[in-house]
């Protein structure tokens, strides 16, 4: 695991499109899982020094990679959903002419501590020559720009920061830099040459930036409006390889009662909620009853009920209790037999699918009916958006995890 600094970033369309720009050596070298990066908003404090208690942040994970170019050491990705706004963010303008600021303000997480700010109050320089790095790469003359600080330092972790000219706009972001006696040397990667500079889409800003190429050389910031609603919003999926189960509908109790589907990917959202209302969040589906449920589900319950190869997993305990009495008998042998040979309409006392939310711990799991198990989120007098509030679904008489959730 490790940290870096980056920015969200406006396009010209100022539609809040969530790109955020960081430095491309933060995954250069590695195989990048960007579905599990994470990115955390708003941690910070109000003085300069750390406060007592460390603050809360706001996060987002996942995102996918849009553009990155080592010679000029950036890298835009796009997140995975649009920033909320509830979070309160603002899209950082840009200027992308090739004369240097007059001055520089970084801003960065230096070990992926809270915010920190770092400044150079004299003109800064493009630096004229090559750069050998520590992971052995060489950039380019010329793309880089050279700050002597004035307040403040860097650390690793404020690798991709963004820094910023006298106006507040993004003309380029940390690759990193010494510390020498009584100084401190940065080197931030041109914003100018990130721009264009690169041969295809993937390896420049512009078409992303400025995708109806209007030709800006700068761009204000972009602050979205104040929230008038707030959204929930996540993912129904399995729990064995997280497949998103299709077709799901998703119900929201409040003063009035909304639902839902879940598309091929199991994810819904519920928008423009009324604030500080009571909301109960569950699941429901019916199709599919035979869906993953074969011969071989009866060979694995009756090992189960034998003790002679006990089901590994709570969730295959949960799909074997067909008859949903919360214990694995012959008798639910039975009921999936029927339904098997088409006898009977349905699981008697079940449904097709049943639906637990993922953050639920079983206390014991090699007997998950030892406590009642939730099949719903509740949230009282909601005034904030929640994001990923997942489901686990579990097909009943699915005992070994075969059923397709796109069914």
Not at 22 to 36: A, E, I, K, V
Not at 178 to 191: A, D, I, K, P
Not at 226 to 244: D, E, H
Not at 360 to 389: G, K, R
Request: net charge negative.
């Amino acid at each position: 695991m490790g940290w870096c600094s980056g920015s969200l970033v406006n396009n010209a369309n100022n539609d809040g499109t969530p790109y955020v720009l960081s430095g491309f050596h933060c995954q250069d070298g590695f195989t990048p899982l960007y579905d599990f990066w994470r990115f955390d908003f708003h941690y910070e404090g109000e003085p300069c020094e750390n406060p007592a208690q460390e603050p809360g942040y706001l996060s987002i994970i996942g995102c996918e990679q849009r553009a990155g170019r080592q010679e000029s050491d950036f890298l835009l990705v796009e997140l995975s959903i649009p920033v909320p706004l509830s979070f309160n963010v603002h899209f950082n303008g840009w200027n992308r002419t090739a004369t240097p600021p007059s001055m520089g303000i970084l801003i960065h997480h230096p070990k992926g501590d809270i915010k920190k700010i770092s400044m150079d109050d004299d003109p800064l320089v493009v630096h004229p020559n090559s750069i050998t790095w520590s992971n052995g790469v060489t950039t380019p003359a010329n793309h880089h720009l050279k700050a002597i600080l004035d307040t403040g330092s860097f650390q690793p972790g404020s690798s991709g920061g963004p820094l910023f000219n006298g106006n507040g706009q993004i003309v380029g972001q940390l690759h990193g830099g010494f510390e020498g006696c009584e100084q401190v040397t940065v080197f931030s990667g041109r914003f100018h040459l990130s721009w264009d500079a690169g041969a295809t889409p993937a390896e420049r800003l512009r078409d992303w930036l400025d995708p109806d190429n209007t030709g800006l050389m700068s761009l204000e910031g972009f602050q979205p409006p104040a929230p008038t609603g707030i959204s929930i919003s996540g993912r129904v999926k399995t729990s064995y390889n997280n497949k998103g189960v299709a077709g799901v509908t998703v119900v929201c109790i409040g003063a009035d009662t909304l639902t839902t589907l879940t598309d091929t990917t199991g994810t819904y959202i519920f928008e423009e909620l009324p604030i500080g209302e009571d909301f109960l969040i569950g699941c429901s589906k019916t199709s599919g009853l035979v869906n993953g449920v074969t011969t071989l589900d009866l060979v694995s319950i009756k090992k189960h009920i034998l003790l002679i190869d006990l089901l590994d997993n709570p969730y295959k305990v949960i799909a074997s209790d067909a008859n949903r009495t919360n214990i694995v008998t012959t008798l639910d042998m039975v009921d999936i037999t029927k339904m098997i040979l088409g006898v009977v309409p349905g699981f008697p006392n079940n449904t097709s699918w049943r639906f637990i939310p993922s953050e639920y711990v079983f206390p014991d799991p090699n007997n998950p009916f030892s406590s009642p198990i939730p099949n719903a989120y509740a949230f009282p007098n909601l005034v904030f958006d929640i994001l990923y509030l997942d489901f686990y679904g579990v097909k009943v008489g699915d005992s070994n995890f075969s059923a397709n959730p796109y069914d």
